[in-house]
Nanobody, 119 residues
Framework: QVQLVESGGGLVQPGGSLRLSCAASGDIFAIYAMGWYRQAPGKQRELVAAITSGSSTNYTDSVKGRFTISRDNAKNTVDLQMNSLKPEDTAVYYC?????????????WGQGTQVTVSS
């Protein structure tokens, strides 16, 4: 089992910055990739950014150049640095982890944290 807890969400003005953090606990050894998803009102949940255990990253086009995903092995956390925020970035952001147990794989999700970009 893997438990994920997000923090860092809040209200920010357009053009501002925010840093989200996801703390993982449990079967840390099994995690092969982590990512951030978001879901805006009336929209489908979408992948924002992902990072593998080999530090390969992937971003959705709308956040490239503005968002950066990173991991801190010592703290068992994955962060999402969000710069130049736009109102369109407003959503609930969810941390995701993929875990490999050798014979089976599981996806785990955090509880979500609200990000609101508004003047």
């Amino acid at each position: 089992q893997v438990q994920l807890v997000e923090s860092g969400g809040g209200l920010v003005q357009p053009g501002g910055s925010l840093r989200l953090s996801c703390a993982a606990s449990g079967d840390i050894f099994a995690i092969y990739a982590m990512g951030w998803y978001r879901q805006a009102p009336g929209k489908q949940r979408e992948l924002v950014a992902a990072i593998t255990s080999g530090s390969s990253t992937n971003y959705t086009d709308s956040v490239k150049g503005r968002f950066t995903i990173s991991r801190d092995n010592a703290k068992n956390t994955v962060d999402l640095q969000m710069n130049s925020l736009k109102p369109e970035d407003t959503a609930v952001y969810y941390c995701n982890a993929g875990a490999d147990y050798g014979e089976d794989e599981y996806d785990y999700w955090g509880q979500g944290t609200q990000v609101t970009v508004s003047s």
